[in-house]
């Protein structure tokens, strides 16, 4: 469960705890019927105080977020949301329920645009694009690195790329050095 939170922010820190949790919870990061870590340990690890934890984990309880289990352990709600609401079931309705939570929250959307980027940047790349000027030896190297590595793999011409720069989003780039 990967989480920053910002000190120098105007938002309380329990309140962002709250929200990156529930960011967890709708982009798949954090799965029904998950355990969540106890308040101390959660504490420890964002290091905040306890009482901030137990906060933001009170405020998802109310939201349905989140739902107490025996011996107070807390687990992601079998239909989290508020009012127990079905998850998006695009990236289109999860972006369109994302703006308008954050503006119900006071949230500007150059607010909101500056977080998702900066947390974009922070992933780790999800996909290899192969940067390569002939198109037979770009699918070559394409399905050679896609059937090593197991993982996607996508790729250009260097005057796409050029074009289209919003193509490294996300990747892990390969190109000759006489491309570079």
Same mark, same amino acid.
């Given at each position: 469960?990967?989480?920053?939170?910002?000190?120098?922010?105007?938002?309380?820190?329990?309140?962002?705890?709250?929200?990156?949790?529930? /960011?967890?919870?709708?982009?798949?990061?954090?799965?029904?019927?998950?355990?969540?870590?106890?308040?101390?340990?959660?504490?420890?690890?964002?290091?905040?105080?306890?009482?901030?934890?137990?906060?933001?984990?009170?405020?998802?309880? #109310?939201?349905?977020?989140?739902?107490?289990? #025996?011996?107070?352990?807390?687990?992601?709600?079998?239909?989290?949301?508020?009012?127990?609401?079905?998850?998006?079931?695009?990236?289109?309705?999860?972006?369109?329920?994302?703006?308008?939570?954050?503006?119900?929250?006071?949230?500007?959307?150059?607010?909101?645009?500056?977080?998702? #980027?900066?947390?974009?940047?922070?992933?780790?790349?999800?996909? /290899?694009?192969?940067?390569?000027? @002939?198109?037979?030896?770009?699918?070559?190297?394409?399905?050679?690195?896609?059937?090593?590595?197991?993982?996607?793999?996508?790729?250009?011409?260097? @005057?796409? /790329?050029?074009?289209?720069?919003?193509?490294?989003?996300?990747?892990?780039? /390969?190109?000759?050095?006489?491309?570079?």
């Amino acid at each position: 469960m990967k989480i920053s939170l910002s000190k120098n922010s105007d938002v309380p820190l329990r309140q962002q705890l709250a929200e990156q949790i529930v /960011f967890l919870i709708t982009t798949g990061q954090l799965h029904a019927g998950q355990q969540l870590p106890s308040v101390r340990a959660l504490a420890r690890r964002v290091k905040v105080q306890h009482n901030t934890v137990s906060e933001a984990y009170q405020d998802l309880v #109310r939201r349905n977020w989140l739902t107490r289990q #025996r011996g107070s352990r807390l687990i992601v709600g079998a239909h989290a949301g508020p009012g127990g609401q079905k998850s998006p079931s695009s990236l289109d309705e999860l972006i369109n329920e994302t703006i308008q939570r954050a503006k119900q929250m006071g949230y500007s959307l150059q607010a909101l645009t500056e977080c998702v #980027r900066n947390r974009l940047l922070a992933e780790p790349p999800d996909h /290899f694009l192969i940067v390569e000027e @002939e198109p037979g030896l770009r699918e070559i190297i394409r399905h050679e690195v896609q059937e090593r590595l197991g993982w996607p793999v996508e790729s250009c011409s260097p @005057e796409q /790329f050029a074009k289209e720069p919003g193509l490294a989003v996300g990747a892990q780039v /390969f190109a000759p050095n006489h491309i570079i």
